[in-house]
């Protein structure tokens, strides 16, 4: 049975995907994704790539985006102004592919309390949050470690919410790269006495609560039938007034951009929007949201190689052994 025939009632209906035993979405049948009905009559998802093709379209907009918000910061371009890019200009690209999509803007009032609630608490206090922590703690590695240990919570939530599936090698992968990513982060000669303050710690905490939380409320919204483009337009764009509210007065720096800082700009705004896009895909089709949030934790390795080749960073053995450990725990995962 071809999609558009299965696209002719406005009933719900459970999506699967190949072989799989739980829906994957619950949807009305309006809605515009590549589907197929089998001859027992169960509507297959057809995924239009791997999870692990997903992950590491992801994995690689995550690096050229942090690499180019290192080259922003060189630049003296500020953390306000970058994150007017992340959220501004993929906005824009979002919008009309919602429409050409088929996918629109059309939500129910449940299906916006939620997205409301990814906006502001999760994606945008999480942001806040995670500045002040990296402000206030001893040294930022600590800081990063605990908000990026989100990926072990997502990935044992999942198993209970969603019936994702974790396998002993999966675990063991993110462990690996969880553990060696705090030899990577945690830089000794950043550690400092003036101006920490021990509620770091509780900003800390938050930041972890909220991007996991952002990362099941998306796996949520896409199981309720929300398309990807749908809820990016909502969440970004929400957050996205939050941020231009915040930084409203640095937008005249805008007028002091120079060609390659222009370049630089949009660039993180595209790589922004890209990482942003797989990552759903990613949740949408991974076996477990976990394995996706661990692919983007094990970026920090491939940023690190980066750096140093491009900025010049320093690339100690402390580090060169954390990489290593990140990437044989990414080599586990993807097997």
């Keep these: 049975m071809s999609v558009s025939s299965i696209h002719n009632t406005n009933k719900i209906i459970n999506v699967y995907l190949d072989n799989g035993i739980f829906p994957v979405l619950s949807i009305h049948e309006t809605c515009h994704l590549p589907l197929r009905r089998t001859n027992t009559g169960k509507i297959i998802y057809n995924a239009y790539m791997h999870w692990i093709v997903a992950g590491f379209l992801m994995f690689a907009s995550s690096v050229i985006t942090y690499l180019l918000v290192r080259a922003a910061s060189l630049r003296?371009?500020?953390?306000?102004?970058?994150?007017?890019?992340?959220?501004?200009?993929?906005?824009?690209?979002?919008?009309?592919?919602?429409?050409?999509?088929?996918?629109?803007?059309?939500?129910?009032?449940?299906?916006?309390?939620?997205?409301?609630?990814?906006?502001?608490l999760f994606s945008y206090l999480g942001s806040r949050w995670s500045?002040?922590?990296?402000?206030?703690?001893?040294?930022?590695?600590?800081?990063?470690?605990?908000?990026?240990?989100?990926?072990v919570f997502t990935t044992?939530?999942?198993?209970?919410?969603?019936?994702?599936?974790?396998?002993?090698?999966?675990?063991?992968?993110?462990?690996?790269?969880?553990?060696?990513?705090?030899?990577?982060?945690?830089d000794k000669k950043?550690?400092?006495?003036?101006?920490?303050?021990?509620?770091?710690?509780?900003?800390?905490?938050?930041?972890?609560?909220?991007?996991?939380?952002?990362?099941?409320?998306?796996?949520?919204?896409?199981?309720?039938?929300?398309?990807?483009?749908t809820r990016l337009v909502y969440v970004i764009g929400i957050a996205c007034v939050l941020f231009l509210r915040d930084s409203w007065s640095e937008l005249k720096s805008l007028h002091t951009f120079t060609q390659i800082d222009w370049a630089i700009w949009v660039g993180m705004g595209v790589f922004s929007g890209a990482f942003n896009y797989f990552t759903q895909v990613g949740y949408l089709v991974a076996p477990n949201i976990g394995y996706i949030n661990a692919l983007n934790a094990a970026s920090i390795a491939?940023?690190?190689?980066?750096?140093?080749?491009?900025?010049?960073?320093?690339?100690?053995?402390?580090?060169?052994?954390?990489?290593?450990g990140v990437i044989t725990g990414l080599i586990l995962l993807v097997m």
């Design 76 to 120: 003296h371009i500020t953390g306000a102004m970058q994150n007017v890019a992340m959220f501004v200009i993929p906005l824009f690209v979002f919008i009309p592919l919602a429409f050409s999509s088929g996918a629109g803007l059309a939500v129910t009032g449940y299906q916006f309390a939620l997205l409301l609630l990814s906006a502001v």
């Design 131 to 151: 500045v002040i922590s990296l402000q206030y703690a001893p040294n930022p590695g600590y800081s990063l470690i605990l908000s990026k240990s989100y990926v």
């Design 190 to 229: 950043k550690t400092q006495v003036a101006g920490v303050k021990s509620v770091w710690l509780l900003y800390a905490l938050g930041a972890f609560i909220c991007w996991g939380m952002l990362a099941i409320m998306s796996k949520y919204l896409l199981e309720i039938g929300v398309p990807i483009y």
């Design 302 to 324: 491939f940023v690190t190689i980066g750096a140093s080749l491009l900025f010049h960073d320093e690339f100690s053995w402390r580090k060169f052994i954390g990489v290593v």
């Design 156 to 186: 044992i939530v999942a198993v209970v919410l969603f019936g994702s599936e974790i396998t002993v090698r999966a675990a063991t992968a993110i462990i690996f790269i969880v553990a060696f990513s705090a030899l990577i982060l945690i």
